[in-house]
């Protein structure tokens, strides 16, 4: 099985600042044939569900705002928020879903500092 | 709008039955394939299979394989998820969600349900 690890395990950062999470698979999740990392990153605050940030390692999804992006390929992969506002505050998931079972890393919280 | 709307939360025995269902509406509920998730108290999420609602072709976490039974009624775009005899470590929150794209088999959840809860108490 593809285990992901994600770190740091919580982070806290000032309003406006930048926050980084990574997260590293196990196994290479790049597809060869359709060169594409079969990652996503979730974010879930309390008492919501979690809500799809980007696919494909770095495809933002819908309503999603530019200050987050994600880059990476292969094993190692990252998730940036570029000037944390009030409401980023969640726990972040990166997935990937190269094959089954489709993992997720063990979470990042992200607090205001 | 695309939508899953869970049902509601339940409290069980350990040793009693259970089935929780995810109804789709907003789109083609055949064409997707849609799965579930589960979070433990204070625990991270968990992936635990998917269905694909027009074949009822399944894949499953060796975690949960045997453990419970993801199904699916095309007729009233609705999948379940169930359990034949709980234990108290089933106590969870379990969401349903959809895959973002028309019939892929790897993809992302793109639409979640709220989450049912689920309690298994004695």
């Known amino acids: 099985d593809i285990v992901m690890t994600q770190s740091p395990d919580s982070l806290a950062v000032s309003l406006g600042e930048r926050a980084t999470i990574n997260c590293k698979s196990s196994?290479?999740?790049?597809?060869?044939?359709?060169?594409?990392?079969?990652l996503a990153w979730y974010q879930h605050k309390p008492g919501q569900p979690p809500k799809l940030l980007f696919s494909w390692a770095s495809t933002r999804a819908s309503g999603v705002p530019d200050r987050f992006r994600a880059t990476g390929s292969g094993t190692d992969f990252s998730l940036t928020i570029d000037s944390l506002q009030a409401e980023d505050v969640a726990v972040y998931y990166c997935?990937?879903?190269?094959?089954?079972?489709?993992?997720f890393g063990q979470g990042t919280k992200v607090e205001i500092k | 709008e695309v939508q899953l709307v869970q049902s509601g939360a339940e409290v069980k025995k350990p040793g009693e039955s259970l089935k929780i269902s995810c109804k789709a509406s907003g789109y083609t509920f055949s064409t997707y394939w849609i799965g579930w998730v589960r979070q433990m108290p204070g625990k991270g999420l968990e992936w635990m299979a998917i269905?694909?609602?027009?074949?009822?072709?399944?894949r499953y976490s060796p975690s949960f394989q045997g453990q419970v039974t993801i199904s699916a009624d095309k007729s009233i775009n609705t999948a379940y998820l169930q359990w034949s005899s709980l234990k108290a470590s089933d106590t969870a929150v379990y969401y349903c969600?959809?895959?973002?794209?028309?019939?892929?088999?790897?993809?992302?959840?793109?639409?979640w349900g709220r989450g049912t809860v689920v309690t298994v108490s004695s």
């Open positions: 997935q990937h879903y190269y094959n089954t079972p489709r993992a």
């Open positions: 196994q290479n999740i790049l597809y060869s044939s359709n060169n594409k990392n079969y």
């Open positions: 269905i694909f609602p027009s074949d009822s072709e399944t």
């Open positions: 969600a959809r895959h973002g794209t028309l019939g892929a088999t790897k993809d992302a959840f793109d639409v």
